[in-house]
């Protein structure tokens, strides 16, 4: 059975022209209480942005993490929301499968260039015979 380990709400842009950081963490605390704040820059990744977005609030209880993040350019928000169980399972689950990979690269690689290489050869045995200068 698959979960639902992260969300991401992605808040249109011309809803929160002029809005600042603490505007919009405001908004969220009335909601759901005092948010704290990453004492040093804590990034999260993006399918946005390459660089990932900033997290500038944080809600948080036993199981569930809710952050508010920034885009670069501050010209965007997020809010990012996970299950703190199923989160650690996905992250050791995506850092075994970096490390299968990592192994498995070398031979993978040795396995793609012998196929080139065969089909190369191939080719320059069907080709040989009928080339005319």
Request: aromatic fraction near 10%; include cysteine; charge should be negative.
């Amino acid at each position: 059975m698959a979960s639902l380990f992260r969300i991401v709400v992605n808040y249109d842009n011309q809803k929160t022209v002029g809005l600042s950081t603490e505007d919009i963490t405001e908004a969220f605390s009335r909601r759901y209480g005092l948010a704290t704040h990453p004492a040093g820059e804590t990034l999260f990744p993006s399918a946005v942005f390459s660089e990932g977005v900033t997290v500038v609030a944080c809600w948080a209880d036993a199981e569930y993490s809710f952050n508010l993040a920034q885009s670069p350019y501050g010209s965007s928000f997020e809010l990012i929301a996970f299950s703190k169980h199923l989160n650690a399972l996905a992250d050791a689950a995506i850092a075994t499968g970096i490390q299968i990979d990592a192994q498995e690269t070398p031979e993978r690689q040795k396995a793609e260039e012998q196929n080139a290489q065969s089909k190369l050869d191939k080719t320059r045995l069907a080709n040989k015979p009928h080339f005319r200068p």
